[in-house]
C-alpha cells in the first residue's frame, strides 16, 4: 500500500486544499529529510511513544489530525500533507510506534515518507514510515480507502495543537 494521493482533475475547493497543503510546508523552517527510513532505521531501539492519525487527502494536499501519546500523556495535533503523483481520492488511518522522541519540542515539523517509485494503490493496508529533521521517526500500520497514482513521495507537516 502507498499512502500516496491526489485526486483526478481540478475544481476550486481541490486548488484550496493544494494551496493549503503548499503554505503549510513552505511555513516549515526546514524542508523535510530527503531520505525516508525503513526497518533498519529503527533497529535495535525502542519506542518513546505511539501515534493514532488520520487524513484525507483531495488534489495533493490532506488535511486531518491526530493524537500522540508520549511519556503518559496524550497531545492532539493536525497535519498538512503534500502527495505528489497524477491523482487520486483516499483516505489514511494510521496508528502506532514513535522512535527517537526525547523531548516533546522534537515532534512538531515536517516528515517525508516514500521511495519516489511509481504507485497506484487502491483500498488496503501496509507499512507508513514517516521521519523529521529531528530524527523522529513513526512506524505506522496504515489503512488507505479510495485510489492513489502516485511518484511514491509523501511529505507532511505536523504541528502540536496544545
Known amino acids: 500500500m502507498t499512502p500516496n494521493a491526489t485526486v483526478f482533475g481540478s475544481t476550486a475547493p481541490s486548488r484550496v486544499f493544494a494551496l ?13 529529510p530527503s531520505q525516508a527510513p525503513t526497518a533498519a532505521s529503527i533497529r535495535g531501539l525502542r519506542p518513546s511513544g505511539h ?4 487524513q484525507f487527502f483531495v488534489s495533493g494536499s490532506g488535511v486531518r489530525s491526530g493524537t500522540l501519546t508520549f511519556k503518559g500523556k496524550a497531545y492532539p495535533f493536525t497535519l498538512t500533507g503534500e502527495l505528489i ?7 489514511l488511518q494510521g496508528s502506532g510506534e514513535v522512535y ?8 512538531s515539523g515536517a516528515y517525508v515518507q516514500g ?3 511509481l504507485a497506484v494503490s487502491g483500498p488496503g493496508s501496509g507499512d507508513l514510515w514517516l521521519k523529521n529533521n529531528n530524527g523522529v521517526i513513526m512506524h505506522l500500520a ?4 479510495g485510489l492513489s497514482v502516485s511518484t511514491g513521495r509523501y511529505e507532511v507537516f505536523i504541528r502540536l495543537t496544545r
Open 20 to 32: 493549503m497543503g503548499l503554505l503549510a510546508l513552505a511555513a516549515c523552517e526546514t524542508p523535510p
Open 51 to 54: 501515534v493514532a492519525m488520520t
Open 85 to 91: 503523483g497524477l491523482g487520486a481520492v483516499a483516505q
Open 100 to 107: 527517537n522522541l526525547r523531548d516533546l519540542a522534537q515532534f
Open 115 to 117: 521511495t519516489r517509485n
Open 142 to 145: 496504515a489503512a488507505q480507502t
